[in-house]
């Protein structure tokens, strides 16, 4: 049950990450790359008529996660305190940018909604790529000093930094440079994603344009992520390991690659919807990879006082986990169906789709 | 430790308070969205058709705004509340799983496929996506409802020997005895509010005179939803709640009514006073003799506790808030309840159309629906206090141990900043809908 419960909140979390990191991802491109008045309307739209849709994943992979591993969600929600209120800010300043720029036809009123629009967007891919970094560089559990916990052994509370910036620090904070390189990684990929997107789905005059930036930042994320794994293995020399041990979990880290090689050929690809997949396979294959190098563990510690939280030591019980299942089961099924429906309806170009309001 | 509690408590009051703002509109308006929807099917007269995509625009920014103020409602029960998370989610994560799970979906895909999607299908299908956005958003309030109710009266549960608690009985959790009153209640609250908007968007047109065939419409449907559920909303599901909370939480009963002393015989109902908590007596007081325990037992002499027989760490920690709460909601009830039967007299006397000072009053009542909707919650979580759990978790208990007060009153700060720009924002955008009005002319953006 806990294996199940475990997969069924990666998928719907890994979907929150693919569906809303498109629009994070039209945000960055909207920031450095749209210039005319009709590039910004129309990549505007292309996340604001998806972006709240796109969330209700992450509210329904919060509440599953909440349900099913509440122990894991107490200690991280608290321990990444700030950052989850910044990220939550950001969310609702990006709703508003999106929601509000096209109401007034003022220079000033829609720069202001662009820049948030665009800034929140790029803070969000970053704030979430540093997420991933700390849980895979872990964290203080309990928060040890001089080998005593000041906290019960599954809470912690990490500020935005520690004044060495380093992940190899007694009490490393959320930004060190090993999770800010993360975080540039993630900022990259939604962007190539985003991009992807913004050809899918508008005649932009930027289209053609965006496969070359696509090819460029391509070499950059290739080079980046190899050094991250270089770093990895550094700060963490036991990294790899669940690779070694169980070597079919490596098809996630080829999905990975497979979207990184695919990409390079980005000018070549005669259907968008193929470069799209692609960039989603960077997505999936990242999130997948680095939750399998960690599983059974959700959450490493960094002291050897206190242990790891995993799947087992943080999970519901039996019989809520198994009840869940029935409702469950259900729900996805419904979750999947909704979303056919309306990917069907939002199919083709949306220049001239309109807003409800 | 006691500001830090202090800080956690603020900041979920103040932004479940602002989020409020919004569901209790949605709930209710998807309800009349669906009978402008039915009216158009049966009468094909397309002022209904209008009026239905009328409002779905402004259900649309509602629900806009109900997500991204709903997302912070969720993250601050691990992020504030981690202990009681820790705790308790093995149970309230079920229902509110569901809840992110049936219901959201449910919404959010059938809104986008009515507001998108008319010209894609016949109109009885567009009536079902409408439908089916009314469905959503009260399975949405059903299953918040079953979370709280499981707070207020925990069921099917065990408490292990590490203090969590753990499910025993999934279906309790929905036949929970205070889950349904609590439900209907709530529902018809929110139908007040949304008749008592729509009712007051046609006083606006017709005392503006604009709109005014659409003014009279909705002033006559608004009217009319709303002199039904003001009713409802006291008899029978308002009196139904207040006898589980005498039942379930006779401490916090005594102190919602302002009942200090315990008397011999029946108990009188409090109409004005001021709670005196330094001398445990309220000043200023007119009530009149046994009429509460007429109501609460249908028994004139029945005794009903007061304060003096609770001891004070069960007693809620803020009785003036509580007994406030609880009298503005009453009070406020009351007067929509007078207005809108004057209404419907009007209305059946065919003068209401012309009659300002009535259109003028339920205008202006408007924004005080939401304070009743408001208070009334504050009255069932205050009245829970001193504890999450009733009874068994005490809200001191379930705080995050690892965050400090100082994170917390910074980020309670940064959420008053934007959610005070978020309400202006809202405002202009609604207000523009409005002032638009309903004509049915392509939209632009």
Partial sequence: MEIFWYSAISVVLAMFFILDGYDFGAGIIHLFFAKSEEDKVVIAKSAGLFWDSNEVWLVAGGGLLFMAFPTFYASVFSGFYLPLILVLWLIIFRAIGLEFRGHFNYQMWKDIWDTAFGVSSLLLALFFGMALGNVIRGVNLGGVKDGVSLYEGHYFFLPLWDSSFSPLSDTPGIIDWFTLIIGVIAVIVLAIHGANWVILKTNSSINHRLKSIIFNLNIALSVLTIFSLAVWQYINPAALDNFKDLPYLAIFPLLYFGGIIGLFFIKKIKKDIHAFYLSTLLILGGITSSLASLFPVILPSTNSVNESLTIYNTAASEYGLSVAFNWGIVGLILLVIYFIVQKRLMAGKIDDMDYGH | ?445
């Fill in chain 2, 1 to 445: 430790m006691e500001d830090m509690i202090f800080y956690d408590r603020l900041q979920f009051a103040f932004t479940i308070t602002f989020h409020y703002i919004f569901p209790q509109l949605t709930m209710g308006l998807s309800l009349i969205i669906v009978y402008f929807k039915w009216k158009f099917l049966r009468s094909q007269a397309e002022k209904y058709n209008d009026a239905a995509k009328f409002f779905m625009k402004i259900f649309a920014v509602n629900f806009t705004m109900g997500v991204i103020t709903g997302i912070p409602m969720e993250f601050q029960f691990g992020t504030n509340w981690a202990k009681f998370s820790e705790l308790t989610g093995g149970i309230i994560g079920q229902t509110l799983a569901m809840e992110g799970l049936f219901s959201f979906f449910l919404e959010s895909s059938f809104l986008a496929l009515f507001i998108f999607g008319e010209k894609l299908m016949s109109q009885r299908l567009h009536f079902l996506t409408a439908l089916l956005v009314f469905i959503g958003s009260w399975a949405s309030g059903y299953f918040i409802l079953a979370t709280n109710a499981w707070m207020q009266h925990p069921v099917g549960y065990e408490i292990l020997d590490n203090g969590k608690y753990v499910l025993t009985n999934f279906s309790e959790l929905f036949s929970n005895p205070w889950l349904l009153p609590a439900f209907l209640h709530n529902q018809m609250a929110s139908l007040v509010t949304s008749s008592f908007v729509v009712a007051s968007i046609g006083a606006f047109y017709l005392l503006g005179k604009s709109n005014i065939e659409y003014g009279k419409l909705f002033l006559k449907t608004g009217v009319i939803f709303g002199f039904i559920s003001s009713l409802l909303v006291a008899f029978p599901t308002g009196d139904w709640n207040a006898k589980n909370v005498a039942k379930y939480q006779p401490a916090s009963f005594a102190a919602m009514e302002g009942i200090f002393e315990t008397e011999h015989a029946g108990a009188e109902i409090i109409l004005i006073g001021q709670p005196n908590m330094l001398e445990k007596k309220l000043d200023n007081k007119i009530a009149v003799p046994n009429i509460l325990s007429f109501l609460t037992y249908q028994d004139w002499n029945r005794q009903i506790y007061g304060m003096d027989k609770f001891k004070e760490e069960e007693l809620p920690d803020n009785v003036p808030g509580l007994y406030y709460s609880y009298h503005i909601m009453v009070g406020l009830g009351t007067i929509f309840i007078g207005v809108m039967s004057l209404a419907i007299l009007f209305l059946w006397r065919k003068k209401l159309y012309e009659f300002n000072p009535l259109l003028w009053g339920i205008m202006l009542l408007a924004p005080f629906t939401y304070v009743a909707n408001i208070t009334g919650w504050y009255v069932a979580e205050l009245g829970r206090q001193p504890y999450l759990v009733y009874g068994l978790l005490k809200t001191s208990e379930g705080i995050s141990p690892t965050v400090s007060s100082g994170n917390t009153l910074f980020t309670l700060l940064g959420f008053i900043g934007l959610y005070f720009l978020l309400g202006v924002l809202f405002l202009i955008l609604v207000g523009k809908i409005i002032y638009k009005g309903p004509q049915p002319e392509p939209q632009t953006h």
